[in-house]
């Protein structure tokens, strides 16, 4: 049962440009919403979140979005540049208890910026 | 560079063996998490560990284990392999391992079971 859902394993955006990300998720309990960045041969690295309480969170050309009605949350980069180039992962988190931090991931989307 | 390593980078063996995966997490992070990414595949939490105890547990088969150490390092033994555990094996780290906590991940061990 896939909880996190990235449709679109690829995306091909000019350099300049807006790249959007997208991502669905099912578990109204998820309280808080992070986006990962991930190059060949390294592990994820932390890009954004975002709380269930906001809509929107900014951080340079990133910004997240979050619409809790439609359980949808997107990551717009702008400009895209090439070396933004990389697999970008949602995550979710699930709170079993106040504690614990475990983190449910979709599948990725692997963005390519050309020139 | 995340300042969480992991060794070996690569591991090939055979179907039946056992592995055993290190993580040693940033200096001063409590919490250590252990991540199995297969084909196609987003990472797929397996276990958590803080300072020493078991915290919280995902989708862990029965033939994997892991422990984390008096000096915070961290290993996962993997048994009875079989061809399906075939996969990139990521841990990461964070301070305490509570809500808002960033995770940091390592570069990740890659598996193949032959």
């Known amino acids: 049962d896939q909880q996190v859902k990235q449709n679109s394993p690829s995306l091909s955006v000019q350099e300049g440009r807006i790249s959007i990300l997208n991502c669905d998720y099912t578990n109204s309990m998820f309280d808080y919403f992070l986006w990962y960045k991930k190059y060949p041969a390294e592990g994820p690295t932390f890009l954004i979140s975002i709380s269930s309480i906001k809509d929107k969170n900014e951080d340079g050309r990133f910004t997240v979005f979050l619409n809790k009605s439609a359980k949808h949350l997107s990551l717009h980069i702008v400009p895209s540049q090439p070396g933004d180039s990389a697999v970008y992962f949602c995550a979710a988190r699930s709170r079993p208890s106040y504690n614990t931090d475990k983190l449910i991931f979709g599948t990725g989307t692997r963005l390519q910026v050309f020139p | 560079d995340s300042g969480v390593t992991q060794t070996p980078k690569h591991l090939i063996t055979a179907t039946g063996q056992r592995v055993t995966l290190r993580c040693s997490p940033r200096?001063?992070?409590?919490?250590v998490y252990w991540y199995q990414q297969s084909l196609d595949q987003g990472l797929q939490f397996l276990i958590q560990?803080?300072?020493?105890?078991?915290?919280a547990k995902g989708n862990i088969l029965e033939r994997f284990s892991a422990q984390q150490f008096p000096d915070l390092h961290s290993e996962l033994n993997l048994s009875s392999l079989e061809l399906g555990d075939s996969a990139l094996y990521f841990c990461a780290s964070s301070l305490r391992g509570t809500s808002g906590d960033t995770q940091y991940f390592g570069p990740g061990t890659r598996l193949t079971v032959l």
């Open positions: 200096s001063g992070d409590l919490s």
């Open positions: 560990y803080y300072n020493g105890e078991e915290r």
